[in-house]
Nanobody, 126 residues
Framework: QVQLVESGGGLVQAGGSLRLSCAAS????????MGWFRQAPGKEREFVAA????????NYADPVKGRFTISRDNAKNTLYLQMISLKVEDTAVYYC???????????????????WGQGTQVTVSS
């Protein structure tokens, strides 16, 4: 069993910033790519950003490019998402996830994910 615990969400005005954290259990954190997904009410869970196990390869969904930064600290078993210039459209529950080994060499989607954290709510007001 793995455990992922997200934190750092909250209420912020448009144009503001938040930094999300995801604490992962286990000593194998550095063995996996990691990512952030989000889900707004009435919407499907969507990809936000991903980072390879070494941190060398990073990918972002188009809506967040230039505004969000994903990073990881393998020594602390922690994944981060720095969000700036937040928009109302960013309002969602944000989840972190482990990239399944079965997806190596290709993009991954919410339907590929085996384990989720409980999520942290981000609300951006106008």
């Amino acid at each position: 069993q793995v455990q992922l615990v997200e934190s750092g969400g909250g209420l912020v005005q448009a144009g503001g910033s938040l930094r999300l954290s995801c604490a992962a259990s286990g000593r194998t954190f550095s063995s996996y790519g990691m990512g952030w997904f989000r889900q707004a009410p009435g919407k499907e869970r969507e990809f936000v950003a991903a980072i390879s196990r070494s941190g060398v390869t990073i990918n972002y969904a188009d809506p967040v490019k230039g505004r969000f930064t994903i990073s990881r600290d393998n020594a602390k078993n922690t994944l981060y998402l720095q969000m700036i210039s937040l928009k109302v459209e960013d309002t969602a529950v944000y989840y972190c996830a482990i990239k399944p080994p079965s997806t190596i060499g290709r993009r991954w989607y919410a339907t590929d994910v085996d384990y989720w954290g409980q999520g942290t709510q981000v609300t951006v007001s106008s």
